[in-house]
């Protein structure tokens, strides 16, 4: 089990506080409507909904971070749990401007904490069952070779890390292609049907991609751009190899 840090722990003591103020806030909803608020009842159904939907955004919550602490190794359905952390990740974004955090950072840490939870389980796959997922401005912006949806058309030259990648991926089976955006992934997830998916892209095209394929377990490997976004960009070879071994069946 993880020793709590103290950055975790400043995160888990705002969230003790947020679910205090939401406690509260219930409390003083349910006390005005049944001692008496003059309601009409579209107002009470929509108070329970509003109630039902903060109660379970918090349990599903609650469950993530006991998952990702290593405590548990269970959560709420893919699909709910998607749609749960979707509306916590729209909410946060106001929280985050507001307590003067970048919206960069929120991104960044979702799709870690996101990671984190699937390497968690430790359920292991056949390598046909996972499908590696590369983004075009990986390649060498002045190779002359078409990668898109064939890396095989790679001659090895080193100039970027499809070279490495090509090889690592040739060690464990799996699937793997360069594609140009959201459209050429989507077409190939249907295609191949994966459990699971290792994507390589920035915060944000991980994020779209995720809540893209509910049904699919994603683990999003950040990309680094040394020359900037969308240019010559890299992964950490290693980290790759490593989330590889972590979810093969030996
Ligand atoms: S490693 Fe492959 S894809 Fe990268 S620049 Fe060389 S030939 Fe092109």
């Known amino acids: 089990m993880s020793d709590l840090t103290s950055k975790s722990r400043i995160v888990s003591n705002l969230y003790a506080l947020a679910g205090v103020l939401v406690f509260l806030f219930l409390t003083g909803l349910n006390y005005l409507i049944f001692m008496g608020l ?59 401007i507001f307590l003067g955090g970048t919206k960069e950072r929120l991104e960044h840490d979702f799709v870690e904490f996101n990671a984190s939870l699937t390497r968690v389980t430790g359920i292991k796959y056949n390598a046909g069952e996972i499908l590696v997922l590369l983004p075009r401005c990986m390649q060498n912006s002045e190779c002359k070779y078409n990668v ?34 959201g459209t050429q992934a989507r077409a ?36 680094e751009r040394p020359e900037g976004p969308c240019l010559n960009t890299r992964v950490s070879i290693s980290e790759l190899s490593s989330t590889l071994k972590s979810l093969i069946k030996k």
Do not use: W
Request: glycine fraction near 6%; hydrophobic fraction near 45%.
């Open 188 to 223: 190939l997830v249907k295609k191949y049907m994966p459990k699971i998916i290792i994507a390589v892209a920035c915060e944000r095209e991980l994020i779209s991609g995720m809540f893209d394929v509910p049904n699919c377990e994603v683990v999003g490997l950040i990309n």
């Open 148 to 181: 898109v949806n064939n890396m095989e058309n790679c001659i090895s030259c080193g100039k970027c890390d499809v070279k490495s990648i090509r090889e690592t991926i040739k060690e464990t089976g799996v699937k793997a292609a360069v594609v140009t955006g």
């Open 38 to 96: 003059q309601s009409s009842p579209g107002f009470i159904f929509t108070s329970f909904f509003l109630q039902l939907l903060i109660l379970l955004l918090f349990v599903n919550h609650l469950l993530n971070i006991l998952k990702g602490s290593g405590y548990i190794r269970f959560s709420l359905p893919l699909k709910i749990n998607r749609v749960l952390n979707n509306i916590i990740l729209s909410a946060s974004y106001y929280c985050v």
